[in-house]
């Protein structure tokens, strides 16, 4: 039987592209036992406000550059949660779609006292897919033994839950060594992301924004911008 699977860093509020890998496969493991990378999207991402996008950061302990896996870092205060409920609320009163998903999202911002980053960004990724209907298994790679080499581990992880294709997004394709994966009979697929404009809340249009920007904005509709559910 074949069997489609993606492996990536989890992200915080991810945009659209996040969440069409995540449809087009059949199993979604979360590459969260990897180095943490500052600057990154694993504690930030941008949302449209009326002065322009802006960055949405989650304050983290840094242990040191080298040492400090994503599924080990945490939070250095609990004080963003309110920050940026309220940045998103100030932005986006306006969308058309905001109050409709107003409770799902004030719910995961103001009732939780997860401080584990991996754990946070899985419960915005897990609501944000059954919002959308996504029903691809979640997983991690830290249930699973890891080995050397970058796309060995890659490979290895793709054995292990019974993969026959590999999809991964576009910049993988400067790094991955597909031969690695045909000696063992798995074949790979890049995603290709080209999307249409929707509704967006303060020209000029973003694509580089959260999921939340269309899911506030498009609603019940978000779904049709995306290009895994028109296959």
């Known amino acids: 039987m074949d069997k489609r699977v993606a492996i990536v860093q989890s992200n915080y509020i991810p945009w659209k592209g996040y969440f069409d ?14 180095q943490y990378t500052r ?18 950061t989650i304050p983290v302990v840094v242990k040191g550059k080298y040492d400090q896996r994503i599924c080990d870092t945490v939070v250095s205060n609990s ?3 309110l920050a940026h409920w309220k940045t998103i609320t100030h ?3 306006k969308a058309r779609y905001f109050r409709t998903h107003r409770d799902l999202f004030e ?12 754990q946070i960004n899985f419960q915005f990724v897990r609501a944000i897919c059954d919002l959308l209907g996504i029903r691809t298994r979640l997983s991690w790679s830290s249930d699973h033994s890891l080995t050397d080499g970058k796309t060995e581990r890659l490979v290895h992880l793709c054995k292990v839950v019974g993969a026959t294709e590999y999809i991964s997004g576009p910049s993988a394709q400067a790094y991955l060594d597909v031969s690695l994966f045909a000696q063992r009979g798995i074949t790979v697929r890049y995603m290709s992301y080209g999307y249409p404009v929707y509704r967006q809340l303060y020209p000029p249009f973003e694509h580089a924004v959260s999921i939340i920007d269309l899911i506030f904005n498009e609603g019940p509709d978000a779904t049709k911008y995306m290009l895994s559910f028109q296959q």
Do not use: C, Q
């Open 79 to 81: 004080h963003w949660r």
């Open 39 to 56: 600057r990154d999207w694993r504690n930030r991402n941008r949302v449209k406000t009326p002065n322009g996008p802006a960055w949405l």
């Open 107 to 118: 719910h995961l911002y103001l009732s939780s006292e997860e401080d584990h980053l991996s």
């Open 21 to 34: 890998l995540i449809n087009s496969v059949d199993e979604f493991i979360f590459y969260d036992d990897m």
């Open 91 to 93: 932005s986006y009163t």
